[in-house]
């Protein structure tokens, strides 16, 4: 890659928010509480379904995946941005910046793949009641659980490599972590083929799964509008509804982020969409699922009160 300021050895100095000097503390101990609660909620949510057959569905696995990617994605940026914030450190090698952009958009790539899964979950238990559990069996659920992590990384893979080989001009970051969008701003040359590979690539991650899931959404809606139970319309309105209001947090930042022309992207707000999607959707994740949700709440009740029971 390009030329480097040699008093950071060959690495990148993250601005984050040193411009705000005065918010810096605010923003620190909001972050902190932000993070605590993500690895509490999405914890609570794997462990709960591991604890209670109730939960051994298709839909609860889905779900412990997703808990399981959100605690690694915001794991991936947060601690590093709490450095920062601290003052401690605002630095990053190469090694450790190839490393956290490559994760970051494993992980953010396995999850568009994994919630256009859970989405055909979704439709195959509301269009196809009657053989629901024929297609969603267990082998059916590992093999496309697996196919996300696969897709995510091997997307992610390709786009790191690109990125690697375009020639870099600049260390300063002004982002909180290495991310693409900002990377691709301290390219010093003509890069527009390699820039066009890439944009394709983040249509294909992007833009064709949150079509896939509209387009499994338009026939859901449809099925719950021709059912004439009240309680059951109202159960299917509840579950995708929690469902799709993720999707729309997670599609609606990725579209603002990667789905626009470098020239057009602003550093400045790239970042507070940015502590949205890395930071506050994996928080809200645990929430919107089950805070309308009798099944997660049922199982909260029966492990605690057979812990009480124990004790």
Known sequence: MGSFNTSLGGGFLLVGFSDWPQLELIFFIYILIFYSLTLFGNTAIIALSRMDLRLHTPMYFFLSNLSFLDLCYTTSTVPQLLINLHGLDRTISYGGCVAQMFIFLAL????????????????????????????????????????????????????TSLMMAMPLCGHRLNHFFCEMPVLLKLACEDTGGTEAKM?????????????????????????????????????????????????????????????????????????????????????????????????????????????????
């Open 108 to 159: 953010g790539s396995t999850e568009s793949l994994l919630l256009v899964v859970m989405a055909f979950d979704r439709y195959a238990a509301v269009c196809r009641p009657l053989h629901y559990t024929t297609i969603m069996h267990p082998l059916l659920c590992q093999t496309l659980a697996i196919v996300s992590w696969v897709g995510g990384l091997m997307n992610s893979l390709i786009q």
């Open 199 to 311: 944009f394709v690539a983040r249509v294909v991650i992007v833009a064709f799964p949150a079509m896939f899931i509209l387009g499994s959404y338009a026939q859901i809606a449809r099925a719950v509008l021709k059912v004439k139970s009240v309680a059951a319309r109202t159960k299917a309105t509840g579950t995708c509804g929690s469902h799709l209001l993720v999707v729309s947090l997670f599609y609606g930042s990725a579209t603002y982020t990667y789905l626009q022309p470098k020239d057009s992207y602003s550093e400045s707000k790239g970042k507070f969409i940015a502590l949205f999607y890395s930071i506050i959707t994996p928080m809200l994740n645990p929430l919107i699922y089950t805070l309308r949700n009798k099944d997660v709440k049922g199982a909260l009740w029966r492990v605690l009160g057979r812990g009480t029971a124990t004790g």
